[in-house]
């Protein structure tokens, strides 16, 4: 890097660095994140140094504002992307487990429970967990695979074929607060 650049460089620093922190973090809205956006921008005008005028044009000015704006919303999306990897705690997965944990006492508890005691006892203990998580826990399937340590589409097969089974009893589905007949 020559001397001319370098200069180039601090000056740019000096004159843009707290706005372009001010962007960073208005778009960011974390103190670090902001930092680091800050410091990555500055590394892509260094390699574009090609772009950089006299420091104090419009267009010098535009192209900073550009780059640290990008750069945060980059930051930002990762910073989403990344979240959505981390599970969050289920509340029932974090309580220790009472008399009301086990499948049966569970369906005993329920509003409609001699039409869903009919309708899952002919089920096995695995087929009577999902449609309960189902229907009336009302979980997606990527929830439920994620309790019963399964993947999306066995959870979603194993559902099917658990529902097969009670139609085949001509019996009732719970969903929510209702009930809907197979």
């Known amino acids: 890097m020559t001397d001319e650049i370098s200069c180039k460089i601090e000056e ?20 670090q994140q902001a930092e680091d956006a ?8 260094m390699r574009s140094n090609a772009n950089i005028g006299d420091v104090k044009d419009a267009e010098t000015k535009h192209f900073i504002v ?10 930002y999306r990762k910073n989403m992307k990344d979240s959505q990897h981390f599970t969050e705690l289920d509340d029932t997965a974090a309580k220790i487990p009472d008399n009301h944990s086990d499948v049966d006492e569970r369906i005993k508890h329920m509003e409609h429970s001699e039409a869903v005691k009919y309708l899952l006892s002919g089920l096995n203990e695995s087929d009577r967990e999902i449609l ?3 229907c009336c826990d009302e979980l ?7 309790r019963l340590n399964l993947s999306e589409p066995a959870a979603r097969k194993r559902y099917e074929r658990a529902k097969k089974v009670a139609r085949q009893q001509k ?12």
């Open 171 to 182: 019996g009732v589905i719970p969903y929510g607060k209702e009930l809907f007949t197979i």
């Open 12 to 31: 740019l620093y000096e004159l843009y660095e707290q706005p372009m922190y001010r962007i960073a973090y208005a778009i960011l809205h974390d103190v």
């Open 132 to 134: 309960l998580l189902r």
């Open 38 to 45: 800050v410091h990555d921008a500055f590394v892509a005008i």
């Open 66 to 75: 550009q780059t640290i704006r990008n750069t945060a919303i980059n930051r």
């Open 140 to 146: 997606s399937f990527k929830e439920i695979a994620q």
